[in-house]
């Protein structure tokens, strides 16, 4: 393995890196905005700051393909480049057929459903940036939809789902009904308080998720067993927010009695200690990992010796010292635990970098346990090794 390769690598993982420190959106959303076309009592929602993410991740891969180690290792790089040309002919090829940049026009996108049992569920997501005048036409006219007005709002109509557009820049796509009642200036969503509070910190991502009885029901009858827990975990909320933000990451849960109450704090702390524990966790892995490397190979030995304490460096760059803020505030008398984990940044306090050498273990374990099995099955067997032979049965005699 050449040196080239290992600089490479460390390139390639500080982009693995970073890809999760997304910067703030200046046209990051509002929690009125964000759930303005919200469906009323939606099992779930999700809303993803585009305008965010996806220059992000596009500026961290320019930043990998253009550093200086990448000339010594093509191979790397043309990975890289393939990764960011294959995303950037979708990106145009949008933009062609649209007229949408989705990595300068769009700003959020918002969407939740509602499930109704064996019936199709009903959705509706809100699409917030700079669209073109024209979008509408466009889209009818490749999806063969009418084109209607309604309150001087243009709607599409394709089948049992419309696409509204607002003269606020969004468009509003979904179930047929729920997008003309929900653009026609009828009723808001009933949302509480902390449904709304997680857009205090500006998320990249949000997650809302309200199941309804006969959900939570369906999801106990699909988790049942061994993976009992999973269904408490799935349905055992009221109500369960997440929002990750470049400070890091905050979530409530809402029990629907006094027991569940007490799981789910007890859920967060423990959760919160994993969150630490990871952090100096994967220092420790890291460290062991380069050990069994060095110790595996002579040319990838002296790889790692040139190399290792940039690859520690990364580690230590990328990853906190588990200190990080954590506030927990149970509210009994309202069945919701509250957790706020802040630090620096959001790989400050969230340890995902502890992916890459488990994985890299698992990998070079893994690959070592293969091969005597492999020598095995390929290794014929002694002729001298005794063979147990089986005994004819006795003729039969009529």
Do not use: C
């Not at 009903?122 to 490749?142: C, Q, T, W």
């Not at 026609?184 to 205090?200: D, N, R």
């Not at 010796?305 to 230590?316: G, N, Q, R």
């Amino acid at each position: 393995m050449s040196l080239g390769i290992i600089e490479a690598a460390i390139v390639a993982f500080s982009l693995f890196f970073g890809l999760f420190d997304v910067p703030p959106n200046p046209r990051a959303a509002s929690a009125d905005d964000a759930l303005a076309h919200m469906i009323d009592g939606a099992d779930y929602a999700v809303h993803v700051d585009v305008g965010a993410i996806v220059p992000h991740v596009l500026g961290e891969f320019d930043r990998v393909i253009a550093h200086p180690v990448m000339k010594e290792s093509p191979d790397i790089r043309r990975i890289a480049q393939e990764i960011r040309s294959s995303a950037g002919a979708g990106l145009e090829a949008v933009k062609a057929q649209f007229g949408v940049d989705l990595a300068k026009d769009i700003d959020w996108v918002s969407a939740s459903i509602r499930l109704a049992g064996d019936g199709d569920p009903e959705v509706m997501a809100e699409v917030h940036g700079r669209l073109p005048a024209d979008l509408s036409r466009k889209l009818a006219g490749l999806a063969g939809g009418a084109v209607k007005e309604m309150g001087g709002i243009e709607i599409v109509e394709l089948g049992g789902f419309s696409a509204a557009f607002l003269k606020s820049g969004s468009v509003v796509v979904g179930t047929s009904a729920l997008v003309e009642a929900s653009t026609a200036g009828g009723k808001k969503p009933k949302l509480t308080a902390a449904e709304t509070a997680i857009f205090a910190e500006k998320p990249f991502l949000a997650i809302l998720s309200s199941p309804s009885e006969s959900t939570r029901q369906s999801i106990r009858r699909e988790f049942d067993g061994d993976v009992a827990f999973l269904g408490g975990v799935f349905a055992g909320h009221e109500l369960l927010t997440v929002g990750l933000h470049r400070k890091g990451i905050s979530w409530t849960w809402v029990a629907p009695d006094l027991a569940g109450t007490e799981i789910a704090q007890q859920a967060s702390e423990g959760l919160v200690e994993l969150f630490r524990a990871g952090h100096l966790g994967i220092r420790g892995l890291t460290r062991l990992l380069l050990a069994g490397l060095r110790a595996s190979d002579d040319e990838l030995a002296r790889a790692i010796a040139a190399h290792s304490e940039a690859i520690l460096k990364l580690i230590l760059d990328n990853t906190g010292d588990g200190r990080f803020d954590a506030k927990i505030d149970v509210k009994k008398k309202d069945r919701t635990v509250l957790v706020k984990a802040t630090g620096p940044s959001f790989s400050k306090v969230f340890p995902f970098a502890v992916l890459v050498p488990m994985g890299a273990a698992s990998w070079f374990l893994f690959s070592k346990a293969e091969a005597p099995a492999a020598y095995e099955e390929s290794t014929p067997k002694s002729a001298t090794e005794p063979q147990v032979i089986e005994p004819a049965p006795p003729a039969r005699i009529d």
